[in-house]
């Protein structure tokens, strides 16, 4: 069982998908630096200052606080203002890897069509085109 294991582990596949989930998480926290630290002070600078992350509706008549982490504490709230924020961070993240996606796509096909325009513009191997010589002599005659 242990070597099945071993030959599950060393196949390409499985190392392929471990280094793409470390790369990947690496990346989302990226995006997330970009998006909570560049975008949403932008778009709060360009909306009239304000902070979308401590938007939040208290849905309990003890939350008096005005920041959403000392709101948590009091009591149930709806922060749909954090919402927005992994909102944006997601649709960002999600374009970031269809661009990713369509351009080695883009790539596979050029490396495709390459392939097979040298298939088709490689000549016969000796062999062959004595074989095809030897055929239409003896069709000729």
């Known amino acids: 069982m242990l070597n099945e294991f071993k030959t599950f582990i060393a196949r390409g596949n499985v190392m392929d998908l471990a280094v793409g989930v ?3 998480g ?4 990226i995006v997330t630096s970009f998006v909570e630290d560049i975008v949403m002070p932008l778009i709060g600078v360009i909306f009239g200052g304000f902070d979308f992350s401590n938007y939040f509706l208290p849905l309990s008549s003890k939350v008096t606080a005005t920041s959403l982490a000392a709101a948590r504490e009091q009591g149930a709230v709806f922060a749909y203002g954090n919402f927005i924020t992994v909102a944006i961070n997601f ?3 999600a374009w970031i890897i269809f ?5 080695v796509n883009a790539l596979r096909a050029s490396m495709e069509k390459q392939e097979k325009v040298a298939v088709e513009a490689a000549p016969p191997p000796a062999d062959i085109q004595l074989l095809t010589e030897i055929r239409d002599l003896l069709k000729s005659r």
């Open 99 to 103: 661009l990713m996606v369509k351009g």
């Open 91 to 93: 649709l960002i993240l």
């Open 22 to 24: 470390i790369i990947g």
């Open 26 to 29: 690496a990346f989302g926290l």
